[in-house]
Nanobody, 116 residues
């Protein structure tokens, strides 16, 4: 059974930093694409950053230069380092793993709130 557990969210002032973690069980991150999404109140869920099996990262334009996605294969954990946070980054952040024909899985989400 695949389970993803996010952590690291919280309340931070604008300009601050947070690091989100997504720990997996039942699957191995280094063999599958993993991504972070976010959903703000009243808005659709959007892709924030992704990392491929080969370790190539991609980012939404809105977070380029501020966020960094990384993977620790030994800990089977993916991180999202978020710097220079803005109030518009406020959202619930979700981790997702794409297991191809076996479907994709989501974590429960972690709340990030950026105050101005």
């Amino acid at each position: 059974q695949v389970q993803l557990v996010e952590s690291g969210g919280g309340l931070v002032q604008a300009g601050g930093s947070l690091r989100l973690s997504c720990a997996a069980s039942g699957t191995t991150f280094r063999f599958n694409p993993v991504a972070w999404y976010r959903q703000a109140p009243g808005k659709q869920r959007e892709l924030v950053a992704g990392i491929s099996k080969g370790g190539v990262a991609n980012y939404a334009d809105s977070v380029k230069g501020r966020f960094t996605i990384s993977r620790d294969n030994a800990k089977n954990t993916v991180y999202l380092q978020m710097n220079s946070l803005k109030p518009e980054d406020t959202a619930v952040y979700y981790c997702n793993v794409d297991l191809s024909v076996w479907g994709d899985y989501w974590g429960q989400g972690t709340q990030v709130t950026v105050s101005s």
